[in-house]
């Protein structure tokens, strides 16, 4: 088997492509929930702190030099860090949300009786009875 027939029954496989959907997904996913902090979550809470934007607060270990070219800048951006705290709060509320919901899902249909089969065609009927007379016969 060659390696480019090898690939693509690998690349072919559910799994696989159940995989790539997921990550796409959770990309999609992930800059909604970016907006969803940044713009209306997070100004709320700063205009009940006073106008603070979480996103800016840092503490400064090394001030810019403003005469010189270069970023020197060096801090501590801890109010990034609070956005993404927010953010995989959210996430893994929504995800929560989600396993919840699946397993109620599988909860009800795991409770709700098996229905009966339903009768066989008619075809298949008779086949059975003569089945059984020829076993019968058999016996005999």
Same mark, same amino acid.
């Given at each position: 088997?060659?390696?480019?027939?090898?690939?693509?029954?690998?690349?072919?496989?559910?799994?696989?492509? $159940?995989?790539?959907?997921?990550? /796409?997904?959770? !990309? !999609?996913?992930? *800059?909604?929930?970016?907006? @969803?902090? $940044?713009?209306?979550?997070?100004?709320?809470?700063?205009?009940?702190?006073?106008?603070? *934007?979480?996103? $800016?607060?840092?503490?400064?270990?090394?001030? *810019?030099?403003?005469?010189?070219? !270069?970023? &020197? @800048?060096?801090?501590?951006?801890?109010?990034?860090?609070?956005?993404?705290?927010?953010?995989?709060?959210?996430?893994?509320?929504?995800?929560?949300? /989600?396993?919840?919901?699946?397993?109620?899902?599988?909860?009800? $249909?795991?409770?709700?009786?098996?229905?009966?089969?339903?009768?066989?065609?008619?075809?298949?009927?008779?086949?059975? &009875?003569?089945?059984?007379? @020829?076993?019968?016969?058999?016996?005999?």
């Amino acid at each position: 088997m060659s390696i480019f027939s090898e690939f693509r029954e690998f690349v072919a496989r559910g799994n696989v492509i $159940d995989l790539a959907v997921g990550v /796409i997904v959770g !990309a !999609a996913f992930n *800059d909604i929930v970016k907006s @969803l902090v $940044d713009q209306v979550v997070m100004p709320p809470i700063g205009l009940l702190l006073s106008g603070v *934007d979480f996103s $800016d607060l840092q503490l400064v270990l090394k001030p *810019d030099n403003p005469i010189t070219k !270069a970023n &020197e @800048l060096v801090a501590i951006q801890y109010g990034a860090f609070f956005n993404t705290m927010i953010k995989f709060v959210i996430v893994a509320w929504v995800v929560f949300l /989600i396993v919840k919901a699946v397993n109620a899902v599988r909860r009800r $249909d795991a409770q709700t009786p098996p229905t009966e089969k339903p009768a066989p065609p008619p075809q298949e009927a008779l086949l059975a &009875e003569i089945r059984d007379l @020829l076993k019968n016969q058999a016996k005999s």
